[in-house]
């Protein structure tokens, strides 16, 4: 079978696993989709190794023997779990890999079982034709990146972190595709930088009573009077270097003019892409869930709620600061999920090789750096000294709403797009 149409059917058999990740751990896991990994790896003379954490909590490693054994590897990651889905909600069931209109539809499609479905396609390929890349490639198809990683990338750290010792740089998801600019000019951000994550669990206390009588000391008053202020709070405008460079770029290419003394005004001129650079601008902290009570007319001694924050690199300590600020007193925090920024120069012989891959297969590819607003699972691999980058090629129609596909309804991912990603990291691996 064509590489090209290999990667289709192993995107669509990906996505047909339910792998989904709520937060829970009560899920189906990834225990299925990770089998199946490492029965198409096995196939063509790898030797994978398969790793439950938890029940059902499954990720799978192995190693493509490169031409000189003796230079650093490469790390290519993906992730193998998926956020939920309402199938009410989409046109076609976000399960069932339905190819319609050019894509295919699905959990997955995007964020991230392409990825993972064109590095099986080309490993696939390279191994049945005998074409080593030049260094050896480490391969990780890892659970629990959507829950921050504790079940799979951050647990093969600190469990098999030998699996990975001689690895210095590495690619994954939320990087290289498209932006229109013109017919003859696409730009290609390629993530360099992304935000540290910590998510925040407050608790307000107070006194218990009936519904009925007067309290002074209500806990969900309490609670919520500082949620409304976290979540009007506005943070101060820091541009990086990573966004200050994005901006120039940017800027240059669709001829808008780059006012240093208000970032905010550029941006709103860039149209989709100000959904991809604004939150990179400055610290944020949304309140996301609420809990409190569990009678009408009964006032609970304690209230709960759940805050997403998220801190540029180099800015984490005052992110906090103000943080708490907005907070108030009376309020305790506890941090449930904490992860770094991170931030590498656009530069180097990795990043050339990216560039010349792009470029290769579309001549109107220009490569510039972006800062993530997210995260990935190259936070728990830089603690290892692994370089990383997000590198997920995809040549997209210019009226896709790409950002709007992660964790959104109906996600998919164009066919032709895949076949694209799967030739420009193939011309990558033989660069890198």
Aim: charged share 25%; proline share 5%; hydrophobic share 40%.
């Amino acid at each position: 079978m064509a590489v090209e149409d290999e990667v289709v059917e192993l995107c669509r058999d990906l996505i047909r696993f339910a792998s989904v990740n709520d937060g829970t751990g009560r899920g189906p896991g990834e225990r299925a989709a990770a089998e199946y990994v490492a029965e198409k790896l096995a196939e063509v003379g790898l030797e994978p190794q398969v790793f439950e954490s938890a029940p059902h909590r499954t990720s799978v490693v192995t190693r493509m023997e490169g031409k000189d054994t003796s230079r650093p590897a490469l790390l290519i990651h993906g992730h193998l779990d998926v956020v939920p889905a309402e199938p009410k909600e989409w046109t076609y069931d976000p399960f069932a890999a339905e190819v319609a209109d050019g894509c295919i539809w699905g959990r997955g499609a995007v964020d991230m079982k392409d990825m993972d479905a064109m590095v099986l396609s080309l490993v696939r390929d390279r191994m049945r034709t005998g074409r080593k890349p030049p260094r050896d490639v480490v391969l990780a198809f890892v659970a629990d990146e959507e829950a921050g990683g504790v079940f799979g990338a951050q647990w093969l750290v600190e469990n098999k972190p030998e699996l990975f010792a001689d690895c210095s740089e590495g690619i994954s998801e939320v990087g290289g595709f498209s932006v229109t600019v013109t017919d003859d000019l696409r730009l290609y951000p390629i993530e360099t930088a992304q935000k540290g994550m910590a998510w925040i669990r407050l608790t307000a206390t107070g006194t218990a009573g009936h519904g009925s009588m007067v309290n002074d000391d209500n806990a969900v008053t309490r609670l919520c009077e500082a949620v409304a202020r976290v979540g009007r709070h506005q943070f101060p405008l820091h541009v990086t270097k990573t966004v200050r460079a994005f901006l120039a770029e940017v800027s240059d290419a669709f001829g808008i003019e780059l006012d240093a003394d208000d970032m905010e005004a550029t941006v709103a001129k860039l149209g989709p892409l100000a959904r991809i650079v604004g939150a990179t601008l400055r610290n944020t902290a949304n309140p996301t869930m609420l809990d409190a009570g569990y009678k009408h007319n009964v006032i609970p001694g304690s209230a709960h709620a759940m805050i997403d924050g998220r801190f540029l690199p180099g800015f984490e300590k005052e992110w906090e600061a103000e943080l708490d600020e907005a907070i108030g007193p009376g309020i305790t925090r506890e941090y449930t999920h904490y992860d770094i920024a991170l931030e590498t120069d656009f530069e180097g012989a990795l990043v050339d090789a990216m560039s010349a891959a792009l470029k290769a297969e579309d001549p109107g590819a220009r490569p510039i750096p972006y800062t993530l607003s997210g995260g990935t699972d190259a936070k728990s691999f830089s603690r290892l000294g692994i370089r990383g980058f997000g590198f997920s090629p995809l040549r997209l129609p210019k009226d896709l709403d790409f950002s709007g596909m992660f964790h959104g309804v109906d996600e998919r991912v164009p066919l032709d797009a895949l076949a694209f990603g799967t030739r420009v990291l193939d011309r990558f691996l033989d660069q890198a």
